[in-house]
Protein backbone atom coordinates (compact mmCIF):
# COMPACT_ATOMS: atom_id res chain seq x y z
CA UNK A 1 0.00 0.00 0.00
CA UNK A 2 1.17 3.47 -0.59
CA UNK A 3 0.29 6.30 1.67
CA UNK A 4 0.01 10.12 0.63
CA UNK A 5 0.18 12.74 3.50
CA UNK A 6 -1.68 15.71 3.45
CA UNK A 7 -2.97 18.81 4.85
CA UNK A 8 0.10 20.73 6.95
CA UNK A 9 0.59 24.23 6.80
CA UNK A 10 1.04 27.04 9.33
CA UNK A 11 -1.04 28.25 11.57
CA UNK A 12 -1.37 30.58 14.94
CA UNK A 13 -1.81 28.89 18.19
CA UNK A 14 -4.88 27.91 18.89
CA UNK A 15 -6.30 26.93 15.57
CA UNK A 16 -7.05 23.37 14.43
CA UNK A 17 -5.93 21.63 11.30
CA UNK A 18 -6.93 18.40 9.41
CA UNK A 19 -4.54 15.91 8.45
CA UNK A 20 -5.49 13.45 5.59
CA UNK A 21 -4.01 10.14 5.11
CA UNK A 22 -4.69 8.59 1.71
CA UNK A 23 -4.38 4.95 0.45
CA UNK A 24 -3.79 3.79 -3.12
CA UNK A 25 -2.67 0.51 -4.56
CA UNK A 26 -5.08 -1.11 -1.88
CA UNK A 27 -7.52 -0.29 0.91
CA UNK A 28 -6.68 0.01 4.23
CA UNK A 29 -8.82 -2.96 5.08
CA UNK A 30 -7.41 -4.90 8.02
CA UNK A 31 -4.80 -2.05 8.23
CA UNK A 32 -3.73 -0.09 11.23
CA UNK A 33 -2.85 3.47 10.57
CA UNK A 34 -0.80 5.76 12.64
CA UNK A 35 0.39 9.33 12.86
CA UNK A 36 3.80 9.77 14.45
CA UNK A 37 5.32 13.25 14.08
CA UNK A 38 9.12 14.58 14.54
CA UNK A 39 10.17 17.52 15.33
CA UNK A 40 13.43 19.01 14.57
CA UNK A 41 16.52 17.51 16.56
CA UNK A 42 14.19 15.28 18.15
CA UNK A 43 12.87 11.56 17.65
CA UNK A 44 9.50 10.01 15.64
CA UNK A 45 7.14 10.10 18.19
CA UNK A 46 3.43 8.49 18.21
CA UNK A 47 0.73 10.68 17.75
CA UNK A 48 -2.60 8.54 17.05
CA UNK A 49 -3.53 5.15 16.11
CA UNK A 50 -6.42 3.69 14.11
CA UNK A 51 -7.63 0.14 13.91
CA UNK A 52 -9.31 0.22 10.81
CA UNK A 53 -11.38 -2.97 10.73
CA UNK A 54 -12.74 -1.86 14.55
CA UNK A 55 -12.52 1.36 14.18
CA UNK A 56 -10.57 1.40 17.83
CA UNK A 57 -8.44 4.69 18.54
CA UNK A 58 -5.55 5.06 20.54
CA UNK A 59 -4.14 9.06 21.39
CA UNK A 60 -0.81 10.19 22.93
CA UNK A 61 -1.38 11.67 26.17
CA UNK A 62 0.54 14.47 24.66
CA UNK A 63 -2.63 15.22 22.44
CA UNK A 64 -5.45 13.68 24.40
CA UNK A 65 -8.59 16.07 24.13
CA UNK A 66 -7.16 18.05 21.59
CA UNK A 67 -6.21 15.95 18.55
CA UNK A 68 -8.97 12.54 16.99
CA UNK A 69 -8.13 9.95 14.59
CA UNK A 70 -11.00 9.07 12.16
CA UNK A 71 -11.39 6.92 9.26
CA UNK A 72 -13.68 7.41 6.08
CA UNK A 73 -13.70 4.33 4.36
CA UNK A 74 -15.49 5.45 1.03
CA UNK A 75 -12.08 7.40 0.77
CA UNK A 76 -10.00 5.04 2.23
CA UNK A 77 -8.74 7.85 3.86
CA UNK A 78 -7.28 8.50 7.82
CA UNK A 79 -7.73 11.54 8.88
CA UNK A 80 -6.26 13.20 11.72
CA UNK A 81 -7.89 15.80 13.02
CA UNK A 82 -5.88 18.50 15.59
CA UNK A 83 -7.72 21.64 17.32
CA UNK A 84 -5.85 23.43 19.98
CA UNK A 85 -2.58 23.45 18.47
CA UNK A 86 0.27 24.66 20.26
CA UNK A 87 3.89 25.31 18.99
CA UNK A 88 5.17 22.61 20.74
CA UNK A 89 3.16 20.49 18.01
CA UNK A 90 5.76 21.87 15.15
CA UNK A 91 6.90 19.17 13.69
CA UNK A 92 6.92 16.80 10.66
CA UNK A 93 3.62 14.17 10.56
CA UNK A 94 3.78 10.91 8.89
CA UNK A 95 0.78 8.54 8.71
CA UNK A 96 2.15 4.59 8.81
CA UNK A 97 0.70 1.77 8.24
CA UNK A 98 1.27 -1.84 8.88
CA UNK A 99 -1.47 -5.34 7.80
CA UNK A 100 -3.25 -6.91 11.18
CA UNK A 101 -5.44 -4.96 14.06
CA UNK A 102 -2.81 -3.98 16.02
CA UNK A 103 -1.97 -2.95 19.56
CA UNK A 104 1.14 -2.00 21.23
CA UNK A 105 0.76 -0.16 24.56
CA UNK A 106 4.08 2.05 23.91
CA UNK A 107 4.25 2.24 19.91
CA UNK A 108 7.27 2.52 17.68
CA UNK A 109 7.61 3.93 14.26
CA UNK A 110 9.51 0.51 13.21
CA UNK A 111 6.52 -1.73 14.24
CA UNK A 112 4.93 -0.17 10.92
CA UNK A 113 5.96 -0.81 7.31
CA UNK A 114 4.46 1.36 5.44
CA UNK A 115 4.96 5.11 4.97
CA UNK A 116 4.03 8.27 3.92
CA UNK A 117 6.63 11.55 2.95
CA UNK A 118 5.34 13.31 5.97
CA UNK A 119 3.63 16.95 5.98
CA UNK A 120 4.64 19.58 8.12
CA UNK A 121 2.56 21.53 10.62
CA UNK A 122 4.26 24.75 12.02
CA UNK A 123 2.72 26.84 14.89
CA UNK A 124 3.19 29.87 15.32
CA UNK A 125 3.06 31.34 19.03
Known amino acids: VQLQASGGGLVQAGDSLRLSCAAS????????VVWFRQAPGKEREFVAA????????DLADSVKGRFSISRDTAKNTVYLQMNGLKPEDTAVYYC???????????????????WGQGTLVTVSS
Open 50 to 57: IRWNVATT
Open 96 to 114: GARIGQYYNSKPRSSDYSY
Open 25 to 32: GRTFNAYT
